[in-house]
């Protein structure tokens, strides 16, 4: 392939250091990024083998890609178990002044989120348990018209609870490779994920059937301002 020279990415480019990206053709690079690009989530490695010519390195172009974009306003990151184009992380500051910062999650939310992380799977009364306070219907309603938890079957006890999980979409909105990457729980409660903001309903809002909220535990408050119970 190197003996092809209009087939391959510039050798000796600033943005395509070291021999090994010098040696992927342009084609298979530009096909690559192109997908990356088009596709509203990470791409995963088996979409991109499916798009390049069989027997295709892979993790090689993705490898030129990542350098190719290196130290550029937008970048090439391991998200949600696929690849995705970010924003610099250093840029984010200077881009707030111009792009609106969505809302985040209450804080309430954020809470049993970093419990479902962390301990998942976990059923609705464990999540209360842990917390030290109810969820409210409302709160895993966010979580779930967020897409960052799903259903995980249900656990073989009386009333056979759900289970909840974390999704994709949470590795991908937190920027995530896989589970293994999760940070500090205090730095979990402090990242935002945003989604619409959800109207006022009662403390006491009805708990799920069948996952057994604790009827003893204190409601959370429903201004994501206002002080919380620990998380445990």
Known sequence: MSDTPDHTAGAGSPADTGAEAARIPADWLRLAEAAVFA???????????????????????????RTRYAGRGVELAMVGGGVQFRTAPDLAPALRKVIEVPRRLPRAAMEALAIIAYHQPVTRAEIEEIRGASLSQNSLDALLEAELVAPRGRR??????????????????????????????EELLNEAATLPEEPPTPATAPAEPGDGAAPAAPAEPDDPGAPTEGTG
């Open 39 to 65: 596709a509203a989530g990470p791409v995963a490695p088996q979409a991109l083998a499916a798009l390049l010519p069989e027997g295709a390195d892979v993790a090689a172009v993705l490898e030129a890609l």
């Open 156 to 185: 073989e006890t009386p009333g056979r609870p759900t289970l909840w999980g974390t999704t994709a979409a949470f590795l991908t909105r937190f920027g995530l490779a896989d589970l293994r990457e999760l940070p500090r729980r």
